[in-house]
C-alpha cells in the first residue's frame, strides 16, 4: 500500500525558515517523480514543485522560485522541502504527491495528508 | 503560464441526478488533463487522467471528454459520497496549473 507522510509544518515568523519531509512507503520511490502542492486556507491546490525520481530535474513555481529548494534522498525514501524567506502568503497546508507512472513528473495519483505552514508575527 | 477557467463555481443538484463540469485552458494543452476530487478535511483524489482515462477504483458514473482548450467531467448519476469540490489541473506546460474548482453541493 502506498503511504506518504508529511511532517515539519509550523508557525513561523515571516522571513523564517522551515524544512518539510515527506516520508515515502509502499512503492519503488526512486522510480518515480514527486512534487509539493500547497492549498491556503478554504482555497484551491497550487503546484508548488516537483522532482525526478532521481533528483537530477527540478521544477519550481514562480511564487517560490529562488526560495524554496526540492530535494529527495532515495535511500531513506524521503522527499523534503527547504522553504526560505517565507511570507505570508505561503500559510499553507503542504502536500506531498507521487507521480502516476513512472518517467513522468506531472499527474498524481497519491497525496499524503498534508503538514499546514503558518508564516504569521 | 496556463490558466484553467473551472465553470460554473458551484453546482447545486440532487443525488441521481447528472453533472457536468466545465474546464477551459487559455491555450491549448493538448490531452494533457488531469481532474482530482477533493472532499472536506481530506487530500485530493485522482478520478481522470489525460482527458479521459479513469484512474484506478474510480466508478464508471466518471468521465472525462474534451482536449485542446474545452474539457467536461461528467457524473452520470450523483451518488451521496460525490459531493465535494472538483479540480482540473493541466500538465502541458510548466508551471503546472490548477483551476479554481467546481464545487458540487446538495440541492
Known amino acids: 500500500e502506498v503511504q506518504l507522510l508529511e511532517s515539519g509544518g509550523d508557525l513561523v515568523q515571516p522571513g523564517g525558515s522551515l524544512r518539510l519531509s515527506c516520508s515515502a512507503s509502499g512503492f519503488s520511490f526512486s522510480n518515480y517523480a514527486m512534487s509539493w502542492v500547497r492549498q491556503a486556507p478554504g482555497k484551491g491546490l497550487e503546484w508548488v514543485s516537483a522532482i525526478s525520481g532521481g533528483g537530477g530535474s527540478t521544477y519550481y513555481a514562480d511564487s517560490v522560485k529562488g526560495r524554496f529548494t526540492i530535494s529527495r534522498d532515495n535511500s531513506k525514501n524521503t522527499l523534503y522541502l527547504q522553504m526560505n524567506s517565507l511570507r505570508a502568503e505561503d500559510t499553507a497546508v503542504y502536500y506531498c504527491a507521487k507521480a502516476l507512472t513512472p518517467g513522468t513528473t506531472t499527474t498524481f495519483d497519491y497525496w499524503g495528508q498534508g503538514t499546514l505552514v503558518t508564516v504569521s508575527s | 503560464e496556463i490558466v484553467l477557467t473551472q465553470s460554473p463555481a458551484t453546482l447545486s443538484l440532487s443525488p441521481g441526478e447528472r453533472a457536468t463540469l466545465s474546464c477551459r485552458a487559455s491555450q491549448s494543452v493538448s490531452s494533457y488533463l488531469t481532474w482530482y476530487q477533493q472532499k472536506p478535511g481530506q487530500a485530493p483524489r485522482l478520478l481522470i487522467y489525460?482527458?479521459?482515462n479513469r484512474a484506478s477504483d474510480i466508478p464508471g458514473r466518471f468521465s472525462g471528454g474534451g482536449s485542446g482548450t474545452d474539457f467536461t467531467l461528467t457524473i452520470s448519476s450523483l451518488e451521496p459520497e460525490d459531493f465535494a469540490v472538483y479540480y482540473c489541473q493541466q500538465r502541458s506546460n510548466w508551471p503546472l496549473t490548477f483551476g479554481g474548482g467546481t464545487k458540487v453541493e446538495i440541492k
Open positions: 489525460d482527458a479521459s
